[in-house]
């Protein structure tokens, strides 16, 4: 079967550095997400990775390693406005999105 | 205009209604999403239409019943549904659904079923 996993929940403190993980088992891999969701709103897209390596995006970084179906979302100084959940998505051989559970943020003064 | 917007906001329901929810883009993408999202879960695929037509369809319930009028617009009509059905109905677009890699989702529409 299809299976991502990531934290159900993490805590850090306001100004400091956080990373999520998200491992993968999928069939094929064409791709995977990261989707930022603050309670009660739609997700909103935050990075794409298909290639080893890290993207980075301002404070926000997200790193692949497709031998290892691993990719975790790096968040630099943290600001309260970060408090939200993070979801990982592969997408498969059939170009399916498979959602993680997401993995709630949670921000700390 | 990177937006797609969903109406009702909110929507309450009983099991003997009829109604729709509406999405709408004008980013000229070709592909357009209904998901479903319950509680502290990740959203949940309903149907996808590509260029119209409907390409996947999830095993949803016939309860469930997807229109897309034109290529800025996808209806959802709901009949007949259940308390369990209560969720965020969330739509969302990409440029085309295998090569895009980027979905944009609306602001959903929170459903309650009485």
């Known amino acids: ?109 | 205009d990177t937006e797609v917007t969903q109406t009702p906001k909110h929507l309450v329901m009983g099991m003997t209604n009829k109604k729709s929810l509406k999405c709408e883009q004008h980013m000229g993408h070709r592909a357009m999403y209904w998901y479903k999202q319950k509680a502290k879960k990740p959203p949940e695929l309903m149907f996808v239409y590509s260029y119209e037509k409907l390409s996947i369809n999830e095993s949803v319930p016939s309860r469930f019943s997807p229109e897309c009028p034109n290529s800025s617009l996808l209806n959802l009509h709901l009949h007949a549904l259940q308390p369990e059905d209560s969720a965020l109905y969330l739509c969302a677009s990409s440029q085309e659904d295998y090569n895009s890699y980027e979905q944009y989702f609306g602001p959903g529409t929170r459903l309650t079923v009485t």
Not at chain 1, 1 to 10: L, S, V
Not at chain 1, 49 to 62: P, T, Y
Request: hydrophobic share 35%; with cysteine.
């Open chain 1, 1 to 109: 079967g299809q299976n991502i996993d990531q934290p159900t929940e993490m805590t850090a403190t306001e100004g400091a550095i956080v990373q999520i993980n998200c491992t993968y088992q999928t069939s094929g891999f064409n791709g995977l997400f990261w989707y930022q969701q603050h309670a009660g709103e739609a997700p909103t897209f935050l990075s794409y990775n298909v290639l080893d390596g890290l993207e980075e995006k301002g404070r926000f970084s997200s790193f692949l390693s497709r031998s290892k179906g691993y990719s975790y979302l790096l968040l630099k100084e943290l600001q309260m406005k970060d408090s939200a959940s993070y979801l990982c998505a592969v997408r498969d051989s059939n170009y399916q999105l498979i959602w993680g559970a997401g993995t709630k943020l949670i921000i700390k003064p």
